[in-house]
Each structure stands twice: as C-alpha cells, then as structure tokens.
C-alpha cells in the first residue's frame, strides 16, 4: 500500500530554493505515476507537477515551468520537487500524490500524502 509522507518544506527568501521529497514507508511508490498539487489559502488545490513512472514523462502547470523540477529515484520509491526563483504567490501547502493513471495523478490521484508547508517572504 501506498503511504506517502512528504518533507522539505519550510520558509524561504524569495528568489531562493528549496526541495520537497515525498517518500513512500509502502515502498511501492517506483509503480505509480506521482505529482505534486499545492494548496494557498482560500485557494482550490492545483496540480503543479507530474511525474510518469519510468520518469520519462513530466508536465507542469505554466506558472512554475522553468522554476520547478520533478524527478524520481525508482530505488529509494522516492519523488522530488526541486522550487527555485520561489516568489511569495508559491506559498501553499505543497501535497505529494500518486496513482496508476498518468493522466489521474494530475487530476485526481488515490494516494496522497499529508502535505508540507512552504512559505516564501518577499
């Protein structure tokens, strides 16, 4: 079974970096398409990345392309989000999510983990 758990999260400068991993205790995350949604105060949850289970396919929603990075280490059923050029409007709640469906993990997934708070100051 799928338990995601996510970390990295925090505060940050805008203009900084930082990196989410979402790990999965099920060890079975290498099986799944994964993403990453993000939810802002009294804002609706947005998908922001996703990631196929080879890794060979990605898509990002436009306001973060050229900025965010989502890869996967199969061996470690580990998925990454690599945020840079972070502004104050990337603040949220990020979630890590994973489904069997590569077009589902976008929209929405089965699993997800319990989300991690990134905050950027300006």
């Known amino acids: 079974q799928v338990q995601l758990v996510e970390s990295g999260g925090g505060l940050v400068q805008a203009g900084g970096s930082a990196k989410l991993s979402c790990a999965d205790s099920?060890?079975?995350?290498?099986?799944?398409?994964a993403g990453w949604f993000r939810q802002a105060p009294g804002k609706e949850r947005e998908s922001v990345a996703r990631?196929?289970?080879?890794?060979?396919?990605?898509i990002y929603v436009d306001s973060v392309k050229g900025r965010f990075t989502i890869s996967r280490d199969n061996a470690k059923n580990t998925v990454y989000l690599q945020m840079n050029s972070l502004k104050p409007e990337d603040t949220a709640v990020y979630y890590c999510?994973?489904?069997?469906?590569?077009?589902?993990?976008?929209?929405?997934?089965?699993?997800w983990g319990q989300g991690t708070q990134v905050t950027v100051s300006s």
């Open positions: 099920g060890r079975t995350l290498s099986n799944y398409a």
């Open positions: 990631i196929s289970q080879s890794g060979r396919t990605t």
């Open positions: 999510a994973a489904d069997n469906s590569f077009v589902r993990v976008g929209l929405n997934p089965d699993y």
